[in-house]
């Protein structure tokens, strides 16, 4: 029979009966013994995503015959080195598999019961591929702030979506109920929601949108017409664009199978956002490597999870991490969302003014500048909130590495000729939190984001590690 499962196709047969079928507790205590060596046969992108177990050996299940094969050319000598191997995979099934092709080629071999997820489920350790503690969705959950729990992000519930609202934010913590995607839109573009916040909120308002519309015809249609809604919105964070396509596939495959769109959708997104936070976690374990105890960090804007992650991390470690917040005008994240959030993890947290990170890194007080990104070109130009460029340049006058948290380099975007500046509206100038800050007939202007050019960026912080800018364009994507 074939058993789809973990995006492989493994043809299962039942002549297994001579290998021994091990519990998680028992290859933890096996594991600790000598000549028994546990051998994770998983895809590495299974490793990177799922974690390890810390002291296995790593062999491809497709390396398997070349690697144990004592005559083959790419013999390794580990196999030499050991009585007794226990095959590890996700459950367990291409486990068996293996240790029956090793026991051909004349190996003690046993499988762990359950694989991976039995030794996650009985609460042992885990680590990254290159050895590092892994954080779970719950690890990560307990140390976020309010604002950066994904439930308080936005949400689909009893037909409607919730956004959580971080124009009253940290004074309130409330949401924005939405019932239709004009709903969602409008409150996209009016600043409930920023950063992750408005892809999150419009892949929900199309889950929303199927759901009103069931078994409708034109389904596909009007989410198309949702989907374009939606995408104007945020012209310059491309992020967007490209988590509505990935769920608009979503609803067109549960139309071409008979099912309900919404429920794939909604089930495509659960997936998605597992991914994202566990990703966070890992951007941020690079992150909090940057930082060495006693540095005083400047960031721009919210860079949300993965650059509060980091200080906590940072932090857990032992060092001692100062992060100077500027306000961020005309909205203020800085002291309404940033600073808060950090200061609700213990950090040390000091705000300023925009105009203000120049004169502190020439007093030598700033030793690290840390943003996330909106948008990141194949050429290694990165966008994000309209302040971050300056800062940046005075950065790299005063020789302080800027580094940018960023998922990757978005493929439809070559150069900064490429990107659409989202121009906003002249009267949030002309206030701050709805109070006038000068006369109404005075003109002003605001572009919402600058564009930093690669020379001033030290680095970009992916879950593949810290890569250069100008190298991102060779595939370092999630």
């Known amino acids: 029979m074939v058993v789809r499962m973990n995006n492989f196709d493994v043809m299962m047969n039942t002549d297994h009966e001579d290998i021994d079928i091990l519990g998680a507790a028992a290859c933890a205590k096996m594991a600790k013994g000598k000549g028994v060596l546990l051998v994770d ?3 590495v992108r299974e490793r990177e995503r799922d974690g390890c177990i810390a002291g296995a050996y790593h062999m491809p299940r497709g390396m398997l015959e070349f690697w144990m094969h004592k005559d083959s050319p790419y013999y390794k000598s580990v196999f030499n080195k050991y009585e007794h191997f226990v095959f590890i995979c996700a459950k367990g099934w291409r486990a068996r598999l293996g240790a029956k092709a090793a026991k051909e080629l004349g190996y003690k071999a046993s499988v762990m019961d359950g694989g991976q997820s039995a030794w996650r ?5 885990l680590v990254q591929p290159d050895g590092e503690k892994f954080y ?5 959950e307990n140390v976020l702030p309010h604002i950066l729990k994904r439930q308080n992000i936005a949400r689909y519930e009893d037909g409607k979506v919730l956004i959580g609202n971080r124009n009253d934010y940290p004074f309130k913590k409330d949401f924005v109920t939405c019932e239709s995607v004009e709903d969602v839109a409008v409150a996209i ?3 409930v929601t920023q950063g992750v916040g408005p892809w999150v909120a419009a892949v929900h308002a199309m889950a929303m949108r199927a759901d009103q519309l069931k078994v409708q015809a034109n389904i596909l249609d009007e989410l198309v017409v949702a989907k374009t809604r939606l995408i104007k919105t945020r012209p310059t964070n491309t992020l967007i664009r490209l988590r509505l396509e990935d769920v608009l596939k979503s609803a067109s495959i549960a139309l071409d199978k008979g099912r309900d769109p919404a429920v794939f959708i909604l089930k495509r997104i659960k997936t998605v956002m597992d991914e994202m936070y566990k990703f966070y ?3 941020a374990q690079y992150g909090a490597k940057l930082m060495d105890d006693g540095d005083c960090i400047l960031t721009m804007c919210f860079a949300e ?4 992650l980091a200080v906590v991390m940072a932090k857990a470690s032992g060092k001692n991490i100062t992060v100077y917040v500027p306000e961020t005008r005309p909205f203020l994240q800085g002291p309404r969302l940033t600073a808060p959030s950090l200061h609700a993890c213990g950090v040390n947290v000091k705000l300023i003014t925009d105009g203000m990170p120049a004169a502190l890194m020439a007093e030598g007080k700033i030793q690290k500048y840390m943003t996330a990104a909106d948008l990141i070109t194949m050429d290694g130009h990165v966008v994000n909130k309209v302040g971050t460029f300056q800062n940046a340049i005075a950065a790299h006058a005063h020789g302080i590495p800027y580094f940018a948290f960023a998922w990757g380099c978005d493929r439809a975007k070559p150069d900064r000729a490429s990107i659409d500046i989202e121009m906003r509206g002249p009267s949030e100038i002309r206030t701050v939190r709805g109070a006038p800050t000068t006369l109404n007939n005075i003109d002003a202007v605001y572009p919402a984001f600058d564009i930093t050019p690669p ?5 970009v912080i992916t879950r593949h590690g810290v890569i250069s800018p100008y190298l ?3 595939g370092f994507e999630e």
């Open 472 to 474: 991102l364009k060779n």
């Open 455 to 459: 020379k001033y960026v030290a680095g």
């Open 189 to 191: 573009e009016t600043m």
């Open 41 to 43: 046969i998983r895809d």
């Open 136 to 140: 779970t969705l719950s690890d990560i």
């Open 121 to 125: 489920d009985a609460g042992l350790d």
């Open 305 to 308: 999870t993965s650059f509060v």
């Open 281 to 283: 976690g890992r951007r």
